[in-house]
């Protein structure tokens, strides 16, 4: 999805000195910043900064406890110009999420920012210790990004078990992280032997950390439609919560839509419409593996990241405008992340494009002020990462919830029994109900692109719920079932207080009380039972 972030390849300055001239260079800051963080914050709740976030700071104080929302922008690592995130001047943003750490192409089991630097080279080339150092010196924090669209993620090459378990383990001992964000894109999403591969030596590392009293957090960053994740990417996520990874929460990348030529699509109504698909896909999810949360509870456990200015697809653009209103519609709701793609576009770019498609890495290609999409999300409330007051959730290792008849709203489901589309049934405390006729599928087995479930998740059982009471459709029936009568087709009989209709000749065969009953049961029910569709 990213496009513009991965189709250039790392490369190194003293390798590439014409790399700049392909992209349009952006402007220099018009004034420049105060030095210190809190200036910049001051100015901000002042009014003296971009316009809108006033607005977004004041929702901090009226819209309740789940407005914890924090921005951590991504910084291309790699990218020449390299970005200096370190200094306030140029990044007003607390926390920055740092891109891309991939596999070596040389060592599929070693990590490397962008295939092009060991952690070591790029600490001599780049300075970025020293720079990690110095933004944390001023009261910030780092987020570790790995993986990306270009390149090879480390899960994805490296098949040794023990190797990458090592390749994480380096990554976060030698930058001391507390938090890893896994960017999943193209293949790799659908690579369910890495997905597995990863979650197990995620699992590993944060037992191993929460051991020394250094918890690390997971994000997923995943790409998203306006209809919500990708049956690939919702995938990814079960797989990594089945590996047993806490998973901290979903950060879906709100940008590429696909939207036609000329269209001039609406970039903010896209971005929340995939949001809401997106916290519905994971409240179910979480239902079906026994983890009940509350819709704020989801909410805190999503992210969004647009790609500010010029999309890769030529018709959007994501505004300063666009940035206000995803930064209100996080606090409303309580959003547990906001990114953007990336610090390194947030500047104009050089010349006159205001009817041209500019796509670059270093300026955003629509009319902004310099650091105007940083100066919004700044304004976010939440705090530093991995600090925002939400727990990562893990899957319980307890055995499902047993379902009771006696208090289930719908029969509980069977294995056996055949179900018809609209069929509402319960299974492990939650109500689901068929999407279309089937029989034997586990409602809370995933689906994947080529066999999807056939069940929707419709929501928990409730704990003053009772059991189903069949309503009978006729009244006229008084002769009650007898093992030892010879029954044929069209005989009626009452058993356990509801009358049956014989589909053919029985003796010695029991009414089903076993709903639904099935087509191949000798007795048909005169009777509807709550769950079954409505028929004309």
């Not at 596999?103 to 080279?121: F, I, L, Q, V």
């Not at 994805?156 to 190797?163: E, G």
């Not at 999943?184 to 690579?191: C, F, M």
């Not at 994000?219 to 994740?229: D, H, I, S």
Request: hydrophobic share 40%; with cysteine; aromatic share 8%.
């Amino acid at each position: 999805m990213l496009t513009d972030r991965a189709t250039q390849q790392a490369v190194r300055p003293e390798d590439d000195p014409l790399a700049d001239l392909e992209w349009q260079e952006p402007e220099a800051p018009a004034e420049r910043l105060s030095w210190l963080r809190l200036g910049f914050l001051f100015l901000l709740v002042a009014g003296l900064g971009a316009g809108g976030t006033v607005a977004v700071l004041h929702l901090r104080d009226t819209a309740g406890p789940t407005a914890k929302s924090w921005a951590v922008p991504y910084v291309d690592v790699t990218l020449t110009p390299t970005f200096e995130f370190q200094d306030p001047e140029a990044n007003p943003a607390n926390d920055v999420a740092l891109a891309f750490v991939v596999a070596d192409p040389k060592d599929n089991c070693a990590p490397s920012w962008g295939g092009a630097y060991s952690p070591d080279e790029a600490a001599a080339s780049l300075e970025l210790d020293r720079r990690i150092s110095q933004l944390r010196a001023a009261g910030g924090s780092i987020m570790l990004s790995v993986g990306g669209l270009t390149n090879t993620e480390l899960a994805v090459a490296c098949t040794d078990q023990a190797k990458l378990t090592d390749a994480y383990r380096t990554l976060v001992e030698r930058y001391d992280i507390s938090t890893l964000d896994l960017d999943i894109e193209g293949t790799a999403t659908a690579d369910v032997a890495s997905l597995q591969r990863r979650a197990l030596a995620l699992k590993t590392l944060q037992a191993e950390r929460e051991a020394a009293g250094k918890p690390l957090t997971v994000w997923l960053t995943l790409p998203v439609a306006p209809q919500g994740l990708t049956v690939d990417g919702l995938g990814a996520v079960r797989t990594t919560l089945e590996g047993g990874v806490k998973l901290r929460g979903v950060n879906v990348m709100t940008m590429d839509f696909g939207s036609a030529p000329g269209s001039n699509p609406d970039m903010l109504a896209l971005s929340t419409q995939a949001l809401q698909a997106t916290h519905k896909q994971l409240t179910d999810l979480y239902l079906r593996l026994g983890v009940q949360l509350t819709s704020p509870q989801v909410w805190s456990r999503i992210g969004a990241t647009p790609m500010i200015g010029q999309n890769d697809v030529d018709a959007e653009r994501f505004t300063v405008a666009d940035a206000r209103g995803l930064a209100e519609f996080a606090v409303e709701n309580g959003l547990g992340r906001v990114s953007m793609w990336s610090l390194n576009r947030d500047a104009p770019c050089r010349g006159t494009f205001a009817n041209v498609v500019v796509h670059s890495n270093t300026c955003s290609g629509v009319p902004q002020e310099p650091l105007a999409f940083s100066a919004v999300f700044a304004g976010l409330p939440g705090g530093a990462v991995g600090t925002s007051g939400r727990e990562s959730v893990a899957i319980p290792d307890q055995a499902p919830t047993v379902d009771d008849p006696a208090t289930s709203p719908y029969p509980v489901w069977r294995l056996t029994a055949q179900y018809v589309s609209g069929y509402k049934i319960v299974w492990h405390g939650v109500v689901y109900e068929a999407k279309w006729a089937n029989q034997g599928v586990d409602p809370s087995a995933a689906g994947d692109g080529s066999n999807p479930t056939p069940w929707s998740v419709i929501g928990p059982v409730g704990p003053a719920e009772k059991a189903p009471k069949p309503t009978p459709t006729v009244t006229d029936v008084t002769e009650a079932w007898n093992p030892n009568d010879m029954y044929v087709r069209g005989d009626r009989v009452m058993f356990e207080g509801l009358p049956y209709q014989s589909r053919w000749s029985n003796k010695g065969d029991a009414p089903s009380t076993e709903y639904p009953i099935g087509p191949d049961e000798p007795w048909q029910p005169l009777f509807t039972v709550p769950g079954e569709p409505v028929t004309n």
